[in-house]
């Protein structure tokens, strides 16, 4: 499963859309036991969530637009497939959500790649599901410091924490998931499906409780003056890098 | 306390019954302040659950099989008496959780020797309170890739991963128990027990609480015909390997 | 924020009350964005919670004072401010406890210097939010060994186990922890501060409301007999050493 938003594989409603539909038919789809989640743009695993799909919108707009996050999420992390990550590229907030989500993570050993949840960075927040899906991967005190910081780390640094699993050679990326993957399904899928629902669940249900507080509460937060004018500050510095 | 149920101590129903007994025997007596629990068969600490009490028989039977492994674990991981494992040998399964019950665990530096919840490997999953008292131990993430995988750790592997405490050459396993055990007793009896409590009551709760729906859970899971089949078959390769 | 209780910043009743003040005071005063706590008293960071508080006294005398470390810790652990702990002598029990309720840890590096949980040592026990506290940062496993065997742990091993971030040169240790503290106020303070909360909320929720039943468990424990006379026999040993 390569994703394919040009340039940078930026998480826009409709990306996420076509990726939950996408995925949804892999999952009914009984030949499919497992996918290899990577980007058709080396260098840049996913840019995260499109922020201009967060800047002067409607609340109608946002609240589509969050649904489909958590849709996303609630489809990854649930997944029954064996999901392995190739991340080839650098992959900051929801793009290091989508590697979080999966069974296994390899990153390219390439220190100019990072990796992290950086959203108080640009001012704005990660909701408690990013969060209890990094804790599930790093533990706690490791999210926290990362969290508060919006931290970024290099490949070697992302190894050294545990927020991915294997640094391999760039061009060696591919072959290695295939390889983990097939080592992945010699288990018997019934029995490790179901161990992937005993570990995940209390984690998805939680989400599942109160996911239209969790929708107000984006929207609320994100149709704020402050935040709004922040993330306008930010674009502007995007544009000009370019 | 020496495990003696040859070849391999595995948990049968009546080496389970006598185990929980003889726990509580042990637990009134005011004298006996630890326990160091050893295989009375070197090579093997335990072979884990016995799967012919799992295979053919009478959901009755099933059920007062599972009460005891319950009881097992709610003795052993509830236990007020200071309790070390000396791990002689391999130790999958239900014998990594006699393992994980315990306040400390000591294992014989022979990379031949394995240990770890194996359970997918054959087919069958951990139940919650397995994967609660892994997590306890390890941490959620390497819990997560070892119970899906049913990854056995070689004893080298399981002290990097915080799976054992500590390696010892094989002949020093016994004394070096007792020495742990001399330190461990040290500590005022009253504030340990405390202590130890508020560190495991959740955990143990949670089981107490769903007790019932986890027997049921276990009974219509090993009953399906798909399981029996898995199960025949993983005993007969067993019987051939003899 | 310099803790001045001579000679080694015992938490006593007075000295927690003025301490929350003056960190409420702190918290609302919008200049003030961070604190560094450290003591003015080199060598000894904090002895913990003042025993002659818990000892003879009436159970109004034990209510207050626990209400007041409850106090102590909902502020702390609570802050909007980036707390940094320059941790600049040894710190048991209560001493620890502080640090462990800020967003970062610098310890001097002199392996005379301890740091620990070690309230089972003097037969007592940590109650259920110390715990969490250190759970939350050094893990479950490491606090069950450490909460049950009252384990101090000297600079070098505290940083092995993650119980401190970093050990700096005892000279070095205000420099440090004041370009950590330019550090962690560059990110934004609304998204940082909402981050924390995040983080945090669940484990403080859970004393909030249990606050009551907290101090009534603490007040039943401390007024047993045997408690009170071993207790006593500690502060004999302590009133000789001196």
Not at 126 to 150: C, H, Y
Not at 185 to 212: F, N
Not at 234 to 239: A, G, I, Q, V
């Amino acid at each position: 499963m390569k994703m394919k938003n040009p340039p940078v594989n930026r998480l826009s409603l409709d990306f996420l859309t076509e990726f939950s539909i996408g995925l949804e038919k892999l999952e009914i789809d009984r030949v499919c036991r497992g996918i290899i989640l990577t980007s058709a743009s080396p260098g840049i695993f996913s840019a995260g969530l499109d922020i201009t799909e967060m800047v002067g919108k409607s609340a109608e707009h946002y609240t589509a637009f969050w649904r489909a996050v958590q849709e996303m999420w609630l489809k990854l992390y649930g997944s029954n497939m064996v999901t392995i990550a190739a991340i080839n590229g650098s992959s900051p907030a929801g793009g290091c959500l989508l590697a979080l989500c999966s069974d296994y993570r390899i990153m390219a050993d390439n220190p100019a790649y990072a990796i992290g949840l950086n959203e108080t960075q640009l001012g704005i927040v990660a909701p408690f599901w990013f969060k209890d899906t990094m804790i599930n991967t790093v533990g706690n005190r490791v999210t926290e410091q990362s969290l508060q910081l919006g931290q970024m780390y290099p490949s070697p640094d992302a190894l050294k924490i545990g927020l991915v699993d294997q640094l391999v050679p760039e061009d060696k990326i591919q072959s290695t998931a295939a390889a983990i993957m097939t080592k992945w399904l010699t288990v018997p899928d019934h029995a490790r499906q179901l161990t992937k629902s005993v570990m995940r669940k209390t984690t998805i249900d939680k989400l599942v409780k109160q996911r239209e507080a969790d929708i107000n509460n984006f929207v609320s937060f994100i149709t704020r003056d402050s935040i709004q004018k922040s993330l306008q500050v930010y674009m502007e510095r995007l544009k000009q890098k370019k």
